[in-house]
């Protein structure tokens, strides 16, 4: 059977989260159903695989999952008619490629790449509601950026993990922590870029959480150092909402995407 990965985009806050759940709407569910109009076997109830497995309220712009379908089909042929199928649902397949058959979008990745999205402002927001975490006041840039410094690297980050994580080690490497500012109408946007291999349970809203803490004052940088060393839930800081976080791309050593491109094939 051809396997063909797929790249997603969605809004998260309709779907209790990226993983099909039987009394609940998701992500894997809604692309399984327009699948499911168009191919056999998943009509009769196969499944997809994803890169991650976001969390209620999580979106992507760069999420990947792939699927094993009975007939060969073209790439940008299948994305528009998966498109189709999935209105009205927030739901985009953005590309969809042929791929090998031992690629798997989950065991094959080589990183995970998240954004966050933070407002400082007072007046209420209108757009991008659903989209941000809003605090009140405006957060020190440099404060947060010193705090950060402390977790990249290859660390145990039980501290920053939730504790229904089923990891089997909370050992990771985190390759990157940018956070930048930008000037909004009446506030400002705080957004932190993170990047390693995979992540825990709640790792990044954790890290940001924290993160936030130190921006506002409540917390020296110095002390989220403190919290990593003592491997503790308890010493993090409070965990942020999920509607600021982005799964924004899945690294593999070859693009799924790229690659056909590249070798003249058009799709």
Same mark, same amino acid.
């Given at each position: 059977?051809?396997?063909?990965? %797929?790249? $997603? ?13 039987? /009394?609940?709407?998701? @992500? ?24 991650? !497995? +976001?969390?209620?309220? @999580?979106?992507?712009?760069?999420? #990947?999952?792939?699927? /094993?379908?009975?007939? =060969? ?38 990183? &995970? ?5 933070? $407002?400082?402002? &007072?007046?209420?927001? +209108?757009?991008? &509601?659903?989209?941000?975490?809003? $605090?009140?006041?405006?957060? /020190? ?10 977790? @990249?690297?290859?660390? =145990?980050?039980?501290?920053? *993990? ?30 932190? #870029? ?9 790792? $990044?809203?954790?890290? @940001?959480? +924290?993160?936030? !803490? ?13 919290? %990593?060393?003592?491997? =503790? *839930?308890?010493?993090?800081?409070? #965990? ?14 070859? /693009?799924?995407? !790229? ?9």
């Amino acid at each position: 059977m051809p396997r063909f990965a %797929l790249q $997603v985009e969605y809004d998260g806050a309709p779907f209790a989260g990226w993983q099909a759940q039987a /009394d609940q709407p998701s @992500v894997q569910g809604a692309i399984e159903a327009a699948l499911a109009r168009l191919d056999p076997g998943f009509a009769a109830g196969a499944r997809i695989a994803a890169a991650g !497995r +976001t969390d209620a309220g @999580v979106h992507a712009t760069g999420q #990947v999952a792939h699927a /094993d379908l009975a007939r =060969d089909w073209d790439p940008f042929r299948l994305s528009e008619a998966l498109n189709w199928h999935l209105k009205p649902a927030p739901v985009a397949i953005l590309q969809a490629a042929r791929v090998e058959d031992d690629f798997h979008a989950r065991f094959s990745a080589t990183e &995970r790449r998240y954004l966050f999205r933070l $407002v400082a402002r &007072r007046a209420p927001l +209108t757009h991008g &509601r659903g989209q941000v975490w809003q $605090v009140l006041n405006p957060l /020190d840039l440099e404060a947060m950026r010193k705090g950060a410094a402390h977790l @990249v690297g290859h660390h =145990d980050f039980t501290t920053f *993990r939730s504790s229904i994580c089923q990891a089997k080690s909370p050992v990771k490497s985190l390759d990157c922590i940018e956070i930048t500012e930008h000037e909004i109408p009446q506030g400002r946007e705080y957004r932190f #870029v993170l990047r390693a291999r995979s992540f825990l349970h709640n790792q $990044v809203r954790s890290i @940001v959480g +924290t993160l936030e !803490r130190v921006g506002a004052g409540s917390w020296a940088p110095g002390r989220v150092a403190e919290a %990593l060393a003592a491997r =503790d *839930r308890a010493a993090c800081g409070p #965990v942020c909402p999920p509607q600021g976080l982005y799964l924004t791309g899945v690294g593999y050593p070859c /693009d799924p995407f !790229r690659a056909p491109r590249e070798a003249g094939s058009g799709g």
